[in-house]
């Protein structure tokens, strides 16, 4: 690699330009410091296409990376060490606990299951998490696009197969863009945020094919979207759910937001484009070059089901205030005088099977996991 494109990844990410903040350009700049006389932009490219992103790169264990081709011990102690002070200074986020000695590393995101298994219980511990959520994102968090209204056009259309790497491919192969690299990329994008622990579960590709082109599907897009991306749980605390008297927020507000935030960040603008983006193609705002305006809507009962399960993927006992002030579901910004109304609806059709309401003890149960109940929607049509 020239001297000279070397110096230019330096000054680009130093400018922080945002082609300079790909994943792609960011793990190149990474490797030229351990890596002095090769050109890396190859390698940087066919990691980032075999793990699927610079953070299942970092987060990879010693023992895979050491069987790709070009990389050598020097190459893993860089790599490990920027995972390593990325966890222990995470910016924007909440600080990882370090490593214990003898500890392994954690599985990167194409080797954990989707949804991870959450502890059950007889009644659920109101401070507990009744999600399993993806990865949490390390650096300030923010995005410089959203895809998810290509993301929501080609679900239905996937492979029938749950190898991501066959539906990576297929990505790359088909979103409409000239560079391949940029192809890469958005694939990449698309596949962290849809399918956040690296498995192309059945449920959504099955719920997809189910509800092309409708809201239900938009939906549970925004949704995964949201748990993907904390900065938009932070944005809807802070900034939408606030304003849902008024419906309407300026634009230039999310900016400020992100700019108070992260002061030095170079793609303010563009993540706060992403983020009204996300709103549109989801179907929960509308925009204009100054303003988004949003409501509260009417609960889609398939999608509700399908976020319900998703919160609560095991059978079990809940509490139902969980549902109703859970910000998984406020995010969504269904009608909140909807919520309980609905959750008995489910039960009606045999979705759950017991509510409880006995005084201040106020619960449901649920029976099916996630892919069940999408299974039952396809066969037994109760939607």
């Known amino acids: 690699m020239a001297i000279g494109h070397r110096q230019r990844l330096r000054d680009r990410f130093m400018n922080k330009e945002t082609e300079a903040l790909t994943d792609q350009t960011l793990l190149e700049l990474l490797l030229t410091y351990a890596i002095p006389q090769r050109d890396v932009c190859p390698l940087a490219e066919r990691l980032i296409y075999e793990f699927g992103s610079l953070q299942a790169v970092l987060d990879a264990e010693p023992k895979r990376l050491v069987k790709q081709t070009g990389i050598k011990e020097y190459t893993i102690v860089l790599i490990k060490l920027v995972d390593f002070i990325a966890r222990k200074y995470s910016i924007g986020g909440e600080t990882e606990p370090e490593e214990k000695p003898n500890q392994v590393f954690q599985p990167s995101l194409d080797e954990m299951p989707y949804p991870a298994p959450v502890p059950s219980s007889r009644v659920a511990d109101a401070n507990r998490s009744t999600y399993s959520r993806p990865t949490s994102r390390r650096g300030t968090m923010l995005f410089s696009k959203s895809m998810l209204k290509e993301a929501i056009e080609v679900l239905p259309y996937l492979p029938k197969t749950g190898d991501i790497n066959e539906i990576r491919d297929y990505l790359r192969k088909n979103l409409p863009y000239n560079s391949e690299q940029t192809r890469n990329n958005r694939a990449s994008d698309i596949i962290r945020r849809m399918f956040p622990n690296g498995n192309a579960d059945n449920a959504l590709r099955n719920f997809a094919r189910m509800f092309p082109d409708r809201q239900v599907l938009r939906d549970i897009c925004f949704y995964r979207f949201c748990q993907a991306e904390p900065l938009m749980q932070e944005v809807f605390q802070d900034l939408i759910l606030p304003a849902m008297s008024s419906g309407e927020l300026k634009r230039k507000t999310i900016s400020a937001y992100l700019k108070e935030r ?38 889609q009962l398939p999608s509700f089901a399908f976020i319900l399960h998703s919160e609560f993927p095991e059978p079990g006992i809940y509490d139902l205030n969980e549902v109703e002030n859970g910000l998984s579901f406020r995010m969504m910004l269904w009608r909140p005088d909807r919520v309980l109304p609905s959750i008995y609806e489910l039960r009606n059709r045999g979705i759950l099977p017991k509510i409880s309401e006995i005084d201040s003890i106020r619960q449901f149960s649920t029976r099916l996991s996630l892919e069940q109940l999408v299974r039952i929607m396809a066969d037994e049509e109760v939607f």
């Open 262 to 299: 992260y002061p030095d960040a170079g793609v303010i603008n563009d993540c706060s484009q992403a983020i009204v983006s996300a709103m549109v193609a989801g179907g929960l705002a509308k925009s204009t070059r100054e303003t988004i305006t949003f409501t509260y809507r009417d609960i």
